[in-house]
Nanobody, 115 residues
Framework: QVQLVESGGGLVQPGGSLRLSCTASGFTFSSYAMRWYRQAPGKERELVALINSADSTAYADSVRGRFTISRDNSKSTLLLQMNSLKPEDTAVYSC?????????WGQGTQVTVSS
């Protein structure tokens, strides 16, 4: 079955960095676009970044220039390097894949940016 497992979240001070990972299984990872989403308390879920099977990327305006999405197909792992973090980046971050028109989600990892 499809599984997505995120890791790497935590508490970081403003201006700091974190790297999130999402390990995938149950499908041919290299063949599919992958996405990072986030959801802050009281807010709707937001698409943060996307990478397709050809390694083309796209970012939300709020993170462009600070976050970098990448993938390691040899390890079926999706990455999100987050630099220059701001308090407004505080959220639960989840990875996502769409297979045969169905959305699959990981359990999420909490990122808290606070001094």
């Amino acid at each position: 079955q499809v599984q997505l497992v995120e890791s790497g979240g935590g508490l970081v001070q403003p201006g700091g960095s974190l790297r999130l990972s999402c390990t995938a299984s149950g499908f041919t990872f290299s063949s599919y676009a992958m996405r990072w989403y986030r959801q802050a308390p009281g807010k709707e879920r937001e698409l943060v970044a996307l990478i397709n099977s050809a390694d083309s990327t796209a970012y939300a305006d709020s993170v462009r220039g600070r976050f970098t999405i990448s993938r390691d197909n040899s390890k079926s792992t999706l990455l999100l390097q987050m630099n220059s973090l701001k308090p407004e980046d505080t959220a639960v971050y989840s990875c996502n894949v769409i297979l045969r028109a169905r959305n699959y989600w990981g359990q999420g990892t909490q990122v808290t940016v606070s001094s």
